[in-house]
T-cell receptor, first 113, second 113 residues
Framework: DGGITQSPKYLFRKEGQNVTLSCEQN?????MYWYRQDPGQGLRLIYY???????QKGDIAEGYSVSREKKESFPLTVTSAQKNPTAFYLC????????????FGSGTQLSVL | DAKTTQPTSMDCAEGRAANLPCNHS???????VYWYRQIHSQGPQYIIH???NNETNEMASLIITEDRKSSTLILPHATLRDTAVYYC??????????????FGKGTHLIIQP
């Protein structure tokens, strides 16, 4: 089945620790996105990538880093600089940066121990 | 991108039509109206989009007023599985450099048995 896969579904971070959230898609999409969602709130854009080896900061990039070494993969690292990392993280992809029909993964819930 | 206004929550009886309104009075001529929905603890799902003509697909119908300042998403026969948060988004769909979509708080639609 084609789709977008996020793992793990639940993740716990200790103070001062970096953690990496995985996002993989087999839809052959060029564009990929990371969003953060806090309880009862909308989605806020963290980073996006329209092509391999290129990515741009979204509205709340501080404390996060990404890479796009392969078309299929867009991992997100939550660094120790992110002081309030507890949230629901969503990855999405689209055919290209002009296409607003996004396909979302099922999300990763990150909590701080 | 134009700002949208949606009611915080709505109820609808199972089997009835659910009509979700969205105001976008500052919409520009080249901006599309998109609708997504998010079932609890899952990623958002694309429903439908349109520019100025009414649109229908297997999930829903989109009615856009002639002046394009508001729209209504119609779920013709709501079921309990339609309980979700529904997001109305206005966005230019063409041109390079698209940086994803901006998701506000949406409307929490509750289908009552």
């Amino acid at each position: 089945d084609g789709g977008i896969t996020q793992s793990p579904k639940y993740l716990f971070r200790k103070e001062g620790q970096n953690v990496t959230l995985s996002c993989e898609q087999n839809l052959n999409h060029d564009a990929m996105y990371w969003y953060r969602q806090d309880p009862g709130q909308g989605l806020r854009l963290i980073y996006y990538s329209q092509i391999v080896n290129d990515f741009q900061k979204g509205d709340i990039a501080e404390g996060y880093s990404v890479s796009r070494e392969k078309k299929e993969s867009f991992p997100l690292t939550v660094t120790s600089a992110q002081k309030n990392p507890t949230a629901f993280y969503l990855c999405a992809s689209a055919w290209d940066g002009r296409n607003e029909k996004l396909f979302f993964g099922s999300g990763t819930q990150l909590s701080v121990l | 991108d134009a700002k949208t206004t949606q009611p915080t929550s709505m109820d609808c009886a199972e089997g009835r039509a659910a009509n979700l309104p969205c105001n976008h009075s500052t919409i520009s001529g080249n901006e599309y109206v998109y609708w997504y929905r998010q079932i609890h603890s899952q990623g958002p799902q694309y429903i439908i989009h349109g520019l100025k003509n009414n649109e229908t697909n297997e999930m829903a119908s989109l009615i856009i007023t002639e002046d394009r300042k508001s729209s209504t998403l119609i779920l013709p026969h709501a079921t309990l599985r339609d309980t979700a948060v529904y997001y109305c988004i206005v966005r230019v769909a063409s041109g390079g450099g698209a940086d994803g979509l901006t998701f506000g708080k949406g409307t929490h639609l509750i289908i009552q048995p």
